[in-house]
């Protein structure tokens, strides 16, 4: 079956409005938000075997090779209560990772702002754009690039941080496209709490090193060790500094090194 009919057999799970496949592109997210120009409705889905120009937060380079991995993203046309929660977007697309990797018997975590974990490394990540109409939002693009086989794991010497595919965590092999629909499905319930409280205890719950204490570098700043205390409602991230001071930051990094 061809990646084209396989995504389509599953089309039911994930009640997208419209989707476009493509063997390669350069980004998933600049199709999206190409077609969001053109009109793409709300949960319209843009998926790619391979990309070419793949993007990470930060402007980082995020490479997705063909045959093993996912990437793909979603259009998002926002209600007004969606609007106010923005902030939750990025642990939305981890949620809906997170969901579906449940269903397979692994348990993930988010690592705060927009990276899925399994055991410790990075299993998948997340990149919110937006795409503006003089001061009008809009439409939203999640993307979203998940390690699912081998080869999608880059050489060790070329990451910022350990990383994992889902196939070796498992032990056996997975269907790329029907995980796809899991996770598309993960995230259409977690989308449907994107307001509630139940939201920001989900966050919570599966937050990385909740409690623990880890290297955190802000913007500008040399790393420091902190204590993880949870996500606010708004996104932000709640810690505590070594001298006992407490805040909450909107950018940063918890550093997760090779070395
Ligand atoms: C990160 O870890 O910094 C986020 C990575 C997000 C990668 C995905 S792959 C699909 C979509 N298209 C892109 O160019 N980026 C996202």
């Not at 009640?15 to 938000?33: C, H, I, K």
């Not at 120009?53 to 209600?79: I, K, M, Q």
């Not at 705060?112 to 399994?118: I, R, S």
Request: glycine content about 10%; aromatic content about 8%; overall charge negative.
């Amino acid at each position: 079956m061809t990646p084209f009919d396989a995504i389509g057999s599953y089309l039911d799970q994930m009640d997208v409005s419209a989707w476009r496949y493509f063997p390669v592109v350069g980004s998933t997210n600049d199709m999206a938000l190409n077609w969001a120009k053109q009109g793409a409705p709300d949960w319209a889905l843009v998926v790619a075997d391979a990309q070419t120009a793949g993007r990470g937060r930060a402007g980082r380079h995020w490479v997705t090779e063909p045959g093993c991995a996912l990437a793909f993203s979603l259009v998002f046309r926002l209600s007004p209560d969606e609007i106010a929660n923005y902030a939750r977007l990025a642990a939305l697309g981890g949620l809906g990772l997170i969901n579906a990797l449940e269903g397979l018997g692994l348990k993930a975590s988010l690592k705060w702002p927009n990276d899925v974990l399994l055991s410790g490394a990075k299993v998948g990540g997340v990149l919110v754009e937006s795409s503006w109409l003089a001061d009008q939002l809009e439409a939203v693009v999640i993307g979203l690039g998940v390690n699912v086989s081998f080869g999608s794991v880059p050489p060790t010497e070329k990451l910022r941080y350990p990383a994992i595919d889902i196939q070796s965590a498992l032990e056996r092999p997975v269907d790329r496209w029907l995980l796809l629909a899991q996770i598309v499905h993960g995230l259409r319930n977690y989308r449907n709490i994107l307001a509630e409280d139940a939201f920001v205890v989900a966050c919570n719950q599966y937050l990385s090193w909740r409690d623990e204490w880890v290297r955190f570098q802000m913007p500008g700043e040399q790393p420091q060790r902190v204590r993880i205390m949870g996500i606010t409602s708004d996104g932000r991230l709640s810690v505590e500094t070594q001298s006992g001071s407490k805040f909450e930051v909107l950018t940063g990094e918890i550093i997760m090194r090779n070395d």
